[in-house]
C-alpha cells in the first residue's frame, strides 16, 4: 500500500513553504483552523517583518494580528507566536532545537508539530499523525487507535525509520485529496484492492474522479483527465 502510495505521489512533500527551522516551526502553528494555501499567503509578509525568533518575540501584538488575520483565531495565534519565540530565545538561544525532547517543551508545540519540523527541516524521522494519517491508519487497518501518540507508534512499528518522513506525506496527500473524511474516491485509489474500507465511497470510477482534488497550477480550473500519478485498474482485483 505504501508503495502505490509513493508512485501516486512520487512529489509528495510538506506543503508549507519555509527556508529555516523557525519558518516552519511558526508556519505549523498557524496553520491550526486554516489551510496550508492561507498560511502560505501570510507567511512571507510575517517573515519579512520579523525575520527572528527574536524579533518575532517582541513584535507588536496589534501590527501582528493585523498579519495574522486571514488565518483565522489571530489574536490566539498571535499570542501563539510571539510566546514560543520568546521561549525560543529565553531557552535555546533563538534557535529552533533539533530533538523532539527539546521542542515539545515550547508552548504550543506538541508531538505533531515537532515531528513536522524535525522531518522536513533537520531531516530526523518522524511520523506525522494529523487527522488525515489517523483516518487512514485506522480505514486500512494498520492500528485500531485513536490517540495520536499510540497511532504514531503503532504505525512506526510497521515501516523502517527512514521511511516515516515520506510515509507522513503520502498518507496526508491521499488524505486531502482521495480519501476524504465523508465521501472517499475509493473507485479512483490506488489502494483500493487491499483496503479493508473499499466501498465507503463510490467505487464508479468515473465517479470517484470527480471527487478527486488535486493541486492545480495557477490559471488552471478544471483537473485534467486522467490525474497527475498513475490511477488504478478500472476493476478492483
Known sequence: MYRAL???YPYAHAELDFETPLQLLVATVLSAQTTD???NKVTPGLFAR????????????????????????????????ITLSQALVERFGGEVPG???????????????????LGNAFDVPGITV???????????????ETDPVKVEHAVGALFPRKDWVMLSHVLIFHG????????PACGA??????????????????????LLKFELAPGVTELPD????????EVRE
Open 130 to 144: 494529523d487527522t488525515h494519517f489517523g483516518r487512514l491508519v485506522r480505514r486500512f487497518g494498520w492500528t485500531e
Open 6 to 8: 509513493v508512485a501516486r
Open 37 to 39: 494555501v492561507t498560511v
Open 226 to 233: 486522467p490525474p497527475p500519478g498513475p490511477l488504478p485498474d
Open 99 to 117: 530533538r523532539l525532547r527539546d521542542l515539545v517543551t515550547l508552548p504550543g508545540v506538541g508531538r505533531k508539530t515537532a515531528n513536522v519540523v
Open 50 to 81: 520579523w525575520p527572528s525568533a527574536a524579533a518575532l518575540a517582541w513584535a507588536d501584538r496589534a501590527e501582528m494580528e493585523a498579519v495574522l488575520k486571514p488565518t483565522g483565531f489571530f489574536r490566539a495565534k498571535t499570542n501563539s507566536v
Open 176 to 183: 486531502r485529496r482521495t480519501c476524504h473524511a465523508k465521501k
Open 189 to 210: 485509489c490506488p489502494v483500493s484492492r487491499w483496503c479493508p474500507s473499499y466501498g465507503l465511497g463510490p467505487t464508479d470510477p468515473a465517479v470517484a474522479r470527480k
